[in-house]
């Protein structure tokens, strides 16, 4: 769906975005993340048509953003973290002009209609936006880039603004519309990231440095592959038939930690995942696991770990461990 190549940005003797290149196919809900200053809104501005690149090229579904901007463009909706929305237009208003401005053949009311619910903004319809909260601005934006249905969504901070019952509405909302659409997620809250995208791009000082999953790069960069289990057991009984799982590298015994439950500490091979497994044999001994968790690092961890590496850090980490395996 969207196809990126030797893309590249400068102003004047600054290169902003250096030689980047990824791809990413239909339906795919990507988690696109950099710190500030990056380049990552550079990328998005440019895949939507908004900015023009230096070097390289940028095809939407088969067509050229240069060569054919018009056709690439339709197949895009794009939400900026701060939406260009006409103040002194009613909400309905602003929304149908978008639709005029996007030469869009669905039926008006209905379509309209419908993005308005989608986004929950139909209780403010007939509002002037300058009078709407920032999160309703927020929601009539994201509704602008609905308008259409594109292919593609690129949304940069979606959820600026928003209060935490709004949030979950978006989140929902962002994976329910994976389902039949491709989108490029920028955000700076992570938690956002990891519970609706399965792939992460990372951008630093305009070079790209990671695309991957989101358990694969942490992975990469965490040397805890473990889990941990609290269980009601026999100690020695419990390490012993742990060991005999399949993936199991090493059982470690952390003590007793409340009445009758010891914690274990499993380290499973490279790239088993031996969760279920754990689970199964706790219970087919008939004994009870009052807490499972994975130690693998969060995002934010990642994150931190991979744009604060120096360029050696950063092959090593990456690498090595494939190397490895």
Known sequence: ???????????????????????????????????????????????????????????IDGYDIVDYPEKAKKKIGYLPEMPPLYVDMKVREYLEFIYDLKKVRFPKRPHIDEVMKLVKITDVQNRLIKNLSKGYRQRVGFGAALVGNPDVLILDEPTVGLDPKQILEIRNLITKLGKNHTIILSSHILSEIQAVCERIIIINRGHLIADDTTDNLSNKVSHEQTVSAKIICDEDKMIESLKMIDGVRSVTSMGKVEKGAYEFVIEPERGKDIRAAVFDKVVSMGKTMLSFRDNAVSLEQVFLRLTEATDEELETMLSTKEEEE
């Open 1 to 59: 769906m969207i196809s990126v190549t030797g893309l590249s940005k400068r102003y004047g003797s600054y290169l902003a975005v250096s030689d980047i290149n990824f791809e990413i196919k239909k339906g795919e809900i990507i988690g696109f993340l950099g710190p500030n200053g990056a380049g990552k809104s550079t990328i998005m501005n440019i895949l939507a048509g908004y900015l023009s690149m230096t070097q390289g090229s940028v095809t």
